[in-house]
């Protein structure tokens, strides 16, 4: 069982905007410390998303934005494409368990 | 280009071991944290173990204390995963993984994955 607590999955249809969760506690995402987020393709390199809760790295649409508050954060997706389809996974730091903590994962289906 | 290769993945009995091994490349790696994470068949992510830059300091997660050892050479640019008396649970991909600082860092996010190599452990 994941520290952190995502949907199993959400979908939209094409143009949509949807919305993915990450619910921590206050040893994690409530202590303050940033949430980054990952996508994964089957059979290729996870790719960083989202970091400090709310930062695009070079190259991320700005269809993907991230945010934070109180002991969760959200990845919203705009502008919904197929080729968004593919797992999200949200990640923070746990200072009870002196570790990294990740999210159970969300399955992405563009209907 | 930054690049990660895993190697060294495969079919292992429980209790045997194994030695992954990343190649690093397009990138300062003394400069940077290094992590093994993995993820089970239908599970979630989990990180398994973490190397400072310098390699001053190791960290791992409880499950894995004192069977998996993590070590890098920075002069060869390579990280490596050593894991002894492997078990069953032990069965997952696993990525090695660039900080985007020298590890020290909690809120350092992984900023570069390799593809993963598989490890099954399996009688």
């Known amino acids: 069982q994941s520290v952190l607590t995502q949907p199993p999955s959400v979908s939209g249809a094409p143009g949509q905007r949807v919305t993915i969760s990450c619910t921590g506690s206050r040893s994690n995402i409530g202590a303050g410390f940033d949430v980054h987020w990952y996508q994964l393709f089957p059979g290729k390199a996870p790719k960083l998303l989202i970091y400090g809760n709310n930062i695009r790295p070079a190259g991320v649409s700005e269809r993907f934005s991230g945010s934070k508050s109180g002991t969760s954060a959200s990845l919203a997706i705009t502008g919904l494409q197929a080729e968004d389809e593919a797992d999200f996974h949200c990640q923070s730091y746990d200072n009870r368990l002196y570790g990294l903590v990740f999210g159970g994962g969300t399955k992405l289906t563009v209907l | 280009q930054m690049q990660l290769v895993e190697s060294g993945g495969g079919v292992v009995q429980p209790g045997r071991s194994l030695r992954l091994s990343c190649r690093a490349s397009?990138?300062?790696?003394?400069?940077?944290?290094m992590f093994w994470v993995r993820q089970a068949p239908g599970k979630g992510l989990e990180w398994m173990a973490l190397?400072?830059?310098?390699?001053?300091?190791?960290d791992y997660v409880d499950s894995v204390k004192g069977r998996f050892t993590i070590s890098r050479d920075n002069s060869k640019n390579m990280l490596y995963l050593q894991m002894n008396y492997l078990r069953v649970e032990d069965t997952a991909m696993y990525y090695c993984v660039k900080s985007e600082g020298s590890g020290r860092g909690k809120n350092d996010a992984l900023e570069m994955w390799g593809q993963g190599t598989m490890v099954t452990v399996s009688s």
């Open positions: 190397i400072w830059s310098d390699g001053s300091n190791k």
């Open positions: 397009g990138f300062t790696f003394n400069n940077f944290g």
